[in-house]
């Protein structure tokens, strides 16, 4: 119970005081005027707000009301630890007693290989072992633990892993007798596994492996280049770096990274072939033929290094690890001074990520960018050069772009609910108070990557003699082309939605009828490019632009992977384009930042439909100041249409085509996620209205 108001009788009477029941509290320390829910409400510290806090993610989590309860006995008996399981929820919570800092260690063995979750961050601790679990906790602290199995343990034990008995040295390991067993079975259910490999929605016809190039002969370790064919759509080539463990290095490597694992080869002791980069010493290998511009000889190429400038001469190759955010290529880190990828979807011709990061660096001089510091390419008599890996610098930061606008946003929605009662009662546009409430902070981030995001345009774009590089004109059959990939891209994405739409939530239906009914309004709106004959020019642009790509270094923004869509054909992710389209992709990217902040756990579910108004304001002014900032630094450039109805009507319609394509690939991967793209959609309308 706490007291409601510091009006008179703490809000609850307009009674005397002497003939209330019961007397109000006024003692000093928790008088009324001081202790209220409307005080506390201000406050995002207060016990009202602790206390809302841990309600909303206690029915976030099942197990803490329906649970199994299971005491666990730490030596240090000031801290009380105990696990609560619902299902396939398991929630470890420990409590110190004590108004000292303690330290316990958990037997939580049984969990091995297992991570825990704190709840509320969402932030992961360290893996559990076999020996005890260390913690250490602040004065009356506690800690809630949602205990998550390794990802990377889920996979390995999806698949069964193959043995090989009486298996050749690695070089003949292809050799007549083994290849189709290898080429039939084993490598194509290891890739299936694969987080990098982009074709597991569809059926593999057939798998080959097409080229084998010793790395260091002698050494042991292999580049395999397989060919997969699939029963439609075009083939595609994978790299695939092998090597062979044994001993002790086997059990670690399985111990460490079990899905790294490719096969098992019989023999008296632990011999495995497993994915290379899990070897210090053949990433030291790669490390070392970039800087010394090596060559290893394949059947049909070869694969040579490339040092760039930013690479210096150290005496010394850092020490390095194999980053575990593995996405459609591998990364590796060398002493956070060095960043190496390894592509593993191959196409023939300069990788874009390594065509305009060396343009960039080396010259332009352009500082919001890694560095190239070399490649690795592989090259046959015939055809461009394939980039098989790309060494750029190491780029020290505080975290992405996007996480530091959860963060951004989260405190946001919290200045908000301490104000909800004043913003339901208010009935002006919030205007002047959402500037108060966004916080000058992150807007001056916002503002500054609009900026970055102007300046690198500008440097795409000042190359006109190089043919890579040198703005076109966007003629009408370019804009004829833009809007004919519109159509059918809006096309395909609805006829999707239309096929699902029985399968949406009913609380969501009806928005997604409506836009569906939108489909001409959409299409009209695009269409409006072919009657703007703007003087702009295309350029070489970022392709993947989102607050993912952008690096935080505590003061500024670093842009990375220019890769751009991987799901893309090579030749068409380097086509020259409207910048607008980067712009666009930006700002659909504050409205994902804003929803996923919406549904973090610790979030009440009775507070979300009156903070989703509030995400939809904020978004919108974010957009708006990151626009005007990329404006304002391009103003006069050659790839900004002249006339702000032209600006207007282009940014307009590739914002469109952004949400449309967002609609069909939410579908397909995060169905609940559909409500972002649909909503999005309804506010451009909305505002073109």
């Not at 119970?1 to 928790?30: C, H, V």
């Not at 062979?244 to 694992?261: F, N």
Request: glycine share 6%.
């Amino acid at each position: 119970p706490m007291q409601w108001s510091p009006d008179r009788n703490a809000g609850f009477s307009k009674a005397n005081p002497q003939q209330l029941y019961l007397p109000i509290t006024i003692d000093p320390e928790y008088h009324y005027e001081a202790i209220n829910v409307e005080n506390q409400q201000k406050n995002l510290s207060s016990l009202l707000w602790w206390m809302r806090r841990m309600i909303a993610m206690r029915k976030n989590f099942k197990a803490f009301s329906r649970g199994s309860l299971e005491f666990l006995f730490p030596e240090n008996s000031k801290v009380l630890a105990f696990l609560r399981k619902h299902e396939d929820e398991t929630i470890l919570v420990i409590v110190n007693l004590s108004r000292f800092s303690q330290a316990v260690e958990l037997d939580l063995s049984r969990f091995a290989g297992s991570r825990l979750m704190e709840l509320f961050s969402q932030n992961y601790f360290p893996a559990i072992k076999e020996v005890p679990y260390p913690v250490t906790l602040g004065p009356h602290s506690h800690y809630w633990f949602a205990l998550r199995p390794q990802p990377q343990k889920t996979q390995s034990q999806e698949r069964i892993i193959p043995t090989i008995e009486n298996a050749p040295a690695l070089p003949l390991m292809l050799s007549e007798g083994l290849r189709g067993r290898f080429e039939r079975d084993i490598l194509p259910n290891y890739v299936h596994h694969c987080r990098w490999f982009g074709g597991k929605a569809r059926s593999i016809r057939e798998l080959r492996v097409i080229e084998q190039v010793p790395v260091a002969p002698g050494r042991g370790a292999e580049f395999w280049f397989l060919e997969i064919t699939y029963a439609d759509g075009n083939p595609e080539t994978y790299a695939l770096a092998v090597e062979v463990a044994t001993g002790d290095a086997a059990r670690a490597l399985q111990v460490a990274a079990p899905h790294a694992v490719i096969a098992r080869l019989g023999g008296a002791d632990e011999v495995v072939l497993h994915d290379a980069i899990w070897d210090g010493a053949f990433r030291d290998q790669l490390f070392a033929a970039i800087a010394a511009g090596a060559e290893w000889k394949g059947r049909s190429g070869t694969l040579r290094g490339v040092r760039g400038s930013a690479l210096l001469d150290d005496r010394a190759t850092p020490a390095s690890h194999v980053l575990s955010a593995e996405q459609s290529n591998s990364s590796m880190l060398f002493e956070n001074k060095y960043f190496l990828k390894l592509y593993r979807k191959l196409e023939d011709g300069v990788n874009p990520d390594v065509e305009i990061t060396r343009f960039l660096s080396e010259r332009r001089n352009f500082a919001h960018v890694p560095s190239f510091a070399g490649a690795i390419e592989y090259l046959r008599s015939k055809g461009e050069p394939t980039v098989v890996c790309l060494l750029q610098t190491a780029a020290t930061n505080e975290g992405d772009a996007w996480e530091l606008t959860l963060d951004a946003v989260g405190r946001y929605y919290e200045r908000v609910l301490a104000r909800k009662a004043d913003l339901q009662k208010a009935s002006a546009s919030p205007g002047p108070l959402l500037g108060e409430l966004i916080g000058g902070v992150y807007a001056a981030k916002a503002k500054l990557l609009g900026k970055r995001t102007g300046e690198l345009h500008l440097a795409l774009a000042s190359e006109p003699d190089d043919r890579a590089f040198a703005p076109e004109p966007f003629n009408a059959l370019s804009q004829r082309s833009v809007y004919q990939t519109m159509r059918a891209s809006l096309r395909r994405a609805f006829d999707l939605l239309e096929k699902k739409l029985p399968t949406l939530p009913e609380s969501f239906r009806a928005e997604a009828e409506e836009v569906l009914a939108t489909e001409n309004q959409i299409l009209a709106h695009e269409q409006r490019i072919l009657d703007h004959r703007s003087a702009a020019v295309k350029i070489r642009i970022h392709g993947d632009y989102h607050l993912g790509q952008a690096l935080y270094t505590g003061k500024d923004f670093v842009i990375l992977d220019f890769e751009g869509e991987p799901a893309r054909a090579l030749s068409e992710r380097k086509l020259k384009r409207s910048a607008l389209r980067d712009v666009a992709g930006m700002m659909r990217s504050f409205q994902y930042a804003a929803y996923s902040a919406l549904w973090q756990p610790a979030m009440r579910a009775e507070d979300i439909p009156f903070l989703e108004h509030w995400a939809d304001l904020w978004y919108r002014q974010m957009g708006s100041v990151f626009l005007q900032s990329y404006l304002k630094k391009t103003r006069g450039a050659a790839f900004i249409p002249d006339r702000e109805p032209d600006l207007q009507v282009l940014l307009e319609a590739y914002l469109l085509d952004k949400a449309v394509y967002e609609v069909g690939y939410e579908l397909n991967n995060r169905p609940a996620w559909v409500v972002i793209p649909i909503r999005g959609i309804k506010h451009l309308l909305q505002n073109n209205k």
